[in-house]
């Protein structure tokens, strides 16, 4: 009998049983699956290519882009002009109204700008009208 009893344990003893470490991993893949999207932080941007010289050429409405700049000391200028912010909002009405130009705007502010000061500014230009305010990225400043 006790041969019997060792021959049935060595039985018993040479093969292992997966079904368990199957079913947690797939408790973990389930779990990671379910959390993976939740762990995505983000904006969603949508960043137009960058013009090429022989486009800015074909398309000359490229080149009537809006650039509204804020600098430190509060002077504001729209493509190089400089306008006082009482006259902003008229200004940009005028342009969107009478010169077939798009509703976007591309906003440069300088580091030193107040926060307020640049929400402000942007307030006046959804009045005007704007539909789009595109930030000028540091890299890529018009000065």
């Not at 199957?22 to 973990?28: A, P």
């Not at 640049?118 to 000028?136: H, K, N, P």
Request: glycine share 4%; proline share 5%; with cysteine.
């Amino acid at each position: 009998m006790s041969s019997m009893t060792n021959r049935l344990a060595a039985d018993t003893m040479s093969s292992i049983n997966v079904t368990p470490f199957i079913d947690v991993c797939l408790v973990l893949l389930i779990i990671f699956m379910i959390v993976t999207p939740f762990m995505v932080h983000g904006f969603n941007v949508q960043v137009p290519p960058m013009a090429t010289k022989e486009e800015m050429l074909m398309y000359p409405v490229l080149l009537k882009q809006l650039i509204l700049t804020v600098t430190a000391e509060g002077n504001i200028t729209l493509n190089q002009e400089e306008i006082h912010k009482s006259l902003l909002l008229p200004r940009i009405r005028d342009l969107f109204e009478h010169h077939n130009v798009k509703k976007v705007i591309y906003f440069n502010a300088e580091d030193k700008v107040l926060y307020g000061e640049a929400i402000e500014i942007m307030d006046i230009l959804r009045q005007a009208g704007t539909i789009t305010i595109g930030i000028v990225p540091e890299t890529i400043r018009v000065d």
